[in-house]
């Protein structure tokens, strides 16, 4: 049932647990994420980039020794939470070059997923899952 008294009338942002503050944004960064507002008091920052798109980075996470094993991902007992963030660019090709130029291991894709999307998946280096997708038009047959 939609709620009469309210509406969600956009997405705002997605916040990050990370170990390493310097190390987090230095990776963040480099996918044009730079800092917006410093939020001290909850240990914290927002970021931004030049398309609105805003991640809350949360300073506050124990190091993860494997650096590589989420435990919403890949653990055997599925738990609840949130997986993955995704977000939108303008070239799958394009990201790609990107994450082989910067050393960023691609964990799974590039791979089509329904009609009209290409998506990659990347870690951040805690492990934090983030998904790239490329919106294409479907194949019309004739």
Do not use: W
Request: aromatic share 10%; glycine share 4%; hydrophobic share 40%.
């Amino acid at each position: 049932m939609m709620s009469k008294l309210f509406k969600v009338l956009s997405y705002e942002h997605v916040g990050i647990r990370v170990s390493d503050r310097s190390e987090a944004l230095r990776f963040y960064a480099g996918l044009g994420m730079n800092i917006e507002t410093e939020l001290p008091e909850h240990d914290a920052a927002e970021l931004i980039n030049d398309y609105s798109v805003t991640l809350n980075l949360i300073f506050n996470a124990e190091p993860n020794p494997s650096r590589t094993f989420n435990v919403l991902q890949d653990s055997q007992v599925k738990l609840p939470g949130i997986t993955h963030v995704a977000f939108v660019v303008d070239s799958m090709n394009h990201f790609v070059m990107f994450c082989h130029e910067s050393s960023i291991t691609i964990t799974e894709g590039p791979m089509k997923i329904g009609p009209n999307r290409i998506a990659c998946f990347i870690r951040d280096p805690d492990g934090n899952v983030l998904e790239f997708n490329e919106y294409i038009e479907p194949i019309v047959s004739i």
